[in-house]
Nanobody, 123 residues
């Protein structure tokens, strides 16, 4: 039972990155999935969520219109497409499984976490 993120890196402001989260079908179990970010010295912040069954998406205001969450049911993967990145987007990005079929906006609503992938936006 695990989640594995990939796709992080060092990019310049204005660039794009696509993060991926690989899971087993047993791990997802039709629960919603979410992406979080933890910047240095800050609490973990919910960014986006997606329902596994019908693909409804939810975003926090700071990433609305720039980030896009998606899922691939056949491959049991969740992606986060990030566009127009700025230095404030720097942090460790985590994929997590919701405790229910709907996504929560708080970390306490998630029970399985990946190890995180570092994203650094800097010129």
């Amino acid at each position: 039972v695990q989640l594995v993120e990939s796709g992080g890196g060092l990019v310049q402001p204005g660039s794009s990155l696509r993060l991926s989260c690989a899971a087993s079908a047993r791990t997802i179990n039709n629960n919603a999935m979410g992406w979080f970010r933890q910047a240095p010295g800050k609490e973990r912040e919910w960014l986006a969520g997606i329902t596994w069954v019908d693909g409804r998406t939810y975003y926090t205001d700071s990433v609305m219109g720039r980030f896009s969450i998606s899922r691939d049911n056949a491959k049991n993967m969740v992606h986060l497409q990030m566009n127009s990145l700025n230095p404030e987007d720097t942090g460790v990005y985590y994929c997590a499984r919701s405790r229910s079929i709907g996504p929560y906006t708080g970390a306490q609503g998630y029970d399985i976490w990946g190890q995180g992938t570092q994203v650094t936006v800097s010129s």
